[in-house]
Nanobody, 126 residues
Framework: QVQLVESGGGLVQAGGSLRLSCAASGRTFSKYFMGWFRQAPGKEREFVAAINWSGSSTYYADSVKGRFTISRDNAKNTVYLQMNSLKPEDTAIYYC???????????????????WGQGTQVTVSS
């Protein structure tokens, strides 16, 4: 059973930065697209960013484009999310999972890869 462990969240002021990590154990993830998703209080989980198996292609939600950068290290079974210029509306619990494209701009989690981890809380104060 694959386990996903997210880390790196915290409390930061608007304009600040955080780097999130997601480590996968139990199965190599080098053949999977991986993604970050987030869920704010009272809202549905939404797509943030995705990366292809080699790291050569990345995809972002419009709301984070130009501010967030997704990357991966297949040797460490780890995917990262560098978040810069954070805004209060980025406040959410952030999760990672395998991801698949649902269309030109849509991405969904591939929960057949792994169940959701506990996530990591990101809080951005104004």
């Amino acid at each position: 059973q694959v386990q996903l462990v997210e880390s790196g969240g915290g409390l930061v002021q608007a304009g600040g930065s955080l780097r999130l990590s997601c480590a996968a154990s139990g199965r190599t993830f080098s053949k999977y697209f991986m993604g970050w998703f987030r869920q704010a209080p009272g809202k549905e989980r939404e797509f943030v960013a995705a990366i292809n198996w080699s790291g050569s292609s990345t995809y972002y939600a419009d709301s984070v484009k130009g501010r967030f950068t997704i990357s991966r290290d297949n040797a460490k079974n780890t995917v990262y999310l560098q978040m810069n210029s954070l805004k209060p509306e980025d406040t959410a619990i952030y999760y990672c999972n395998a991801a698949y494209s649902t269309g030109p701009t849509g991405w969904a989690p591939n929960t057949a890869f792994a169940s959701w981890g506990q996530g990591t809380q990101v809080t951005v104060s104004s």
